[in-house]
C-alpha cells in the first residue's frame, strides 16, 4: 500500500505520510494512513480516492464470509450498548 502510495504517487506527489498498524478482533491487521499531499483533493473527488466493498457474495462467497466475519463489526456505542466493543474498551 506505501508503495504505491509514495512510489506510483497514485493520488499525485505528497509531502509526508505516516501510519499505524493495529489488530482487528480476531488479530487481523489493519492501518491508518494519513498523507499530506502537495495538491489537496477537493471535496467532489473524495468517492474517487476513497471507498470500502465487500466482496461479492455471489462470486466469491467464502471471501465474503471472512471479510464479513473479522472485518466488518456490529453497530457499538450507544446504538448498541451490550456490544463486546463497549466492553472491551472501557
Keep these: ?3 504505491l502510495l509514495v512510489n506510483e504517487k ?3 506527489c505528497f509531502r509526508y505520510f505516516m501510519y499505524s498498524v493495529e489488530l482487528q478482533k480476531g488479530g487481523l491487521p489493519h492501518v491508518h494512513i494519513l498523507i499530506w499531499l502537495e ?3 477537493r471535496a467532489e473527488q473524495i468517492d474517487d480516492v476513497i471507498r470500502a466493498q465487500l466482496p461479492d457474495e455471489e ?3 467464502e471471501l465474503f464470509d ?3 466475519a473479522h ?7 450507544s ?3 451490550q456490544s ?3 466492553e472491551r474498551y472501557l
Design 39 to 41: 495538491t489537496k483533493i
Design 66 to 68: 471472512v471479510v464479513k
Design 59 to 61: 462470486v466469491d462467497p
Design 10 to 12: 497514485k493520488f499525485g
Design 79 to 81: 446504538y448498541n450498548p
Design 84 to 86: 463486546v466493543y463497549e
Design 71 to 77: 472485518m466488518v463489526h456490529c453497530p457499538c456505542g
Design 1 to 3: 500500500m506505501i508503495d
